[in-house]
T-cell receptor, first 107, second 113 residues
């Protein structure tokens, strides 16, 4: 079983839609979690950290459920520019990446 | 601000050739990493280093070697290149703190033919 698993998608949504990505992790020693965004095989860039209490950054909301070992990312009011691959990352001394979820937002 | 610099950006190798991917960072980060990314997949950790003189294997170290003689530099050596090593390679660095953010280089597209 992969240490970090994501639904690969692809997710194809219209502009303005709300979309949610899920991620599960198997390493209970994982201490921190993150969502990274990757465009067209360029380098990944940090989108946001994920806190147990849940955190929001504009249209983006991240949630962590340690009991279920589950992480989510919610994107509201999708924009064309949100089209990208979203990578879930768990940190337990080193960062482990999921395979990514591809989002395409269409006009 | 240079951040993490990787060279070269592209390279084509013949089977059996060797090469070194260069990575340097100017943020005085202790932690440095090498990842590879195959098409449609996430990043897989090849090797990492928590400081000068200290390196450790990641998930997919076979066929690669690294060294860390300085804080700034973390080169990745491919010996006897194989087609299975065709991939995009990313170098990254971080402070190593708990809530670390990874800073990535722009990647090296390597093809082994």
């Amino acid at each position: 079983r992969k240490e970090v698993e994501q639904d690969p998608g692809p997710f194809n949504v219209p502009e303005g839609a709300t979309v949610a990505f899920n991620c599960t992790y198997s390493n209970s020693a994982s201490q921190s979690f993150f969502w990274y965004r990757q465009d067209c095989r360029k380098e990944p860039k940090l989108l946001m950290s994920v806190y147990s209490s849940g955190n929001e950054d504009g249209r983006f909301t991240a949630q962590l459920n340690r009991a279920s070992q589950y992480i989510s990312l919610l994107i509201r009011d999708s924009k064309l520019s949100d089209s990208a691959t979203y990578l879930c990352v768990g940190y337990a001394g080193k960062s482990t990446f999921g395979d990514g979820t591809t989002l395409t937002v269409k006009p | 601000n240079a951040g993490v610099t990787q060279t070269p950006k592209f390279r084509i190798l013949k089977i059996g050739q060797s090469m070194t991917l260069q990575c340097t960072q100017d943020m005085n980060h202790n932690y440095m990493y090498w990842y590879r990314q195959d098409p449609g997949m996430g990043l897989k950790l090849i090797y990492y280093s928590v400081g000068a003189g200290i390196t450790d294997k990641g998930e997919v170290p076979n066929g690669y070697n690294v060294s860390r003689s300085t804080t700034e530099d973390f080169p990745l050596r491919l010996e006897l290149a194989a087609p299975s090593q065709t991939s995009v390679y990313f170098c990254a660095s971080s402070t190593g703190m708990l809530n670390e953010k990874l800073f990535f280089g722009s990647g090296t597209q390597l093809s082994v033919l």
